[in-house]
């Protein structure tokens, strides 16, 4: 009786993620990004592409929080 009580666990092989596979992601959430920065920094100022104070209301807090001037 030279059984132990705790199961062994075999650890599978991590396969890397290749470049090809991240770069359309990565593009992607960095237009994105780029978007919510220019709509919490620069909307509703000389290159407004939505009028009105919809915008500036709904990010206006961000914009203290990163530092932008709104006022």
Same mark, same amino acid.
């Given at each position: $009786?030279?059984? &132990?009580?705790?199961? &062994? &666990? +075999?650890? =599978?092989?991590?396969? =890397? @993620?290749?470049?090809? %596979? @991240?770069? =359309?992601?990565? *593009?992607?959430?960095? +237009? #994105? $990004? #780029? @978007?919510?920065?220019?709509? +919490?920094? %620069?909307?509703?100022? %000389? &290159?407004?592409?939505?009028?009105?104070?919809? +915008?500036?209301?709904? *990010?206006?807090?961000?914009?203290? #929080? #990163?530092?932008? =001037?709104?006022?």
């Amino acid at each position: $009786m030279a059984q &132990t009580a705790a199961p &062994t &666990t +075999v650890t =599978p092989a991590i396969t =890397p @993620i290749s470049l090809k %596979a @991240i770069a =359309p992601w990565a *593009v992607f959430f960095g +237009v #994105l $990004m #780029l @978007i919510l920065l220019y709509f +919490v920094g %620069a909307e509703q100022g %000389a &290159t407004a592409l939505i009028s009105g104070e919809g +915008v500036h209301e709904w *990010v206006h807090d961000g914009r203290h #929080l #990163l530092g932008f =001037p709104c006022h």
